[in-house]
């Protein structure tokens, strides 16, 4: 899979593990790479999904609405695009304010996640929504999708005493 599409031009580099050390060291270059971006300054983080064959236009499509709100912002994307989860980093501009690039959190929350929504994803993967994203998964989410997480959860807590307040 990984020949033809580098034949068909779809993939433009890529590197295969020869061996389970190396399979070892590229697993650990991409659990480090979060902790890699903190000396570059302040980061904006977004655990998204979004369909597979999308990935590619979703990235060049957020690279631009990143850099309408942030230009100079730095994108750092990894994860497991084998399945679409996404893990969508972006550092400040090389000489920002981590305090003036921090107070841009809403607008260029919102600007990815219009990008997110635009392909049908989903502005948590598989780190979940907790208290920070609740509001607006439940402004944006398919009603049906709301309807399901809450039957879910009435089915497992009809009383509703565990984890109040929360979508699940």
């Known amino acids: 899979i990984l020949s033809a599409g580098l034949e068909q031009g779809i993939v433009g580099d890529a590197v295969v593990a020869a061996s389970l050390a190396q399979g070892d060291a590229f697993w650990?270059?991409?659990?480090?790479?979060?902790?890699?971006q903190k000396p570059e300054g302040a980061s904006i983080k977004h655990d998204i999904s979004v369909p597979i064959a999308s990935i590619p236009d979703f990235i060049e499509m957020a690279?631009?609405?990143?850099?309408?709100?942030?230009?100079?912002?730095?994108?750092?994307?990894?994860?497991?695009?084998?399945?679409?989860?996404?893990?969508?980093?972006?550092?400040?501009?090389?000489?920002?304010?981590?305090?003036?690039?921090?107070?841009l959190y809403r607008p260029m929350n919102n600007a990815v996640h219009d990008v997110?929504?635009?392909?049908?994803?989903?502005?948590?993967?598989?780190?979940?929504?907790?208290?920070?994203?609740?509001?607006?998964?439940?402004?944006?989410?398919?009603?049906?999708?709301i309807d399901l997480m809450r039957r879910v959860k009435a089915a497992f807590d009809p009383a509703g005493i565990m984890n109040p307040g929360k979508v699940i």
Request: charged residues 20%; hydrophobic residues 40%; glycine residues 10%.
């Open 116 to 145: 997110v929504r635009s392909f049908h994803g989903s502005i948590s993967a598989e780190h979940g929504i907790g208290q920070l994203k609740r509001d607006e998964l439940i402004a944006t989410a398919p009603p049906m999708a």
């Open 63 to 103: 690279a631009s609405a990143v850099a309408s709100v942030s230009p100079g912002a730095r994108v750092v994307c990894f994860g497991h695009m084998g399945d679409g989860n996404l893990h969508y980093n972006i550092s400040r501009p090389e000489a920002g304010d981590d305090e003036a690039f921090l107070a």
């Open 28 to 36: 650990n270059f991409r659990e480090t790479l979060p902790e890699c």
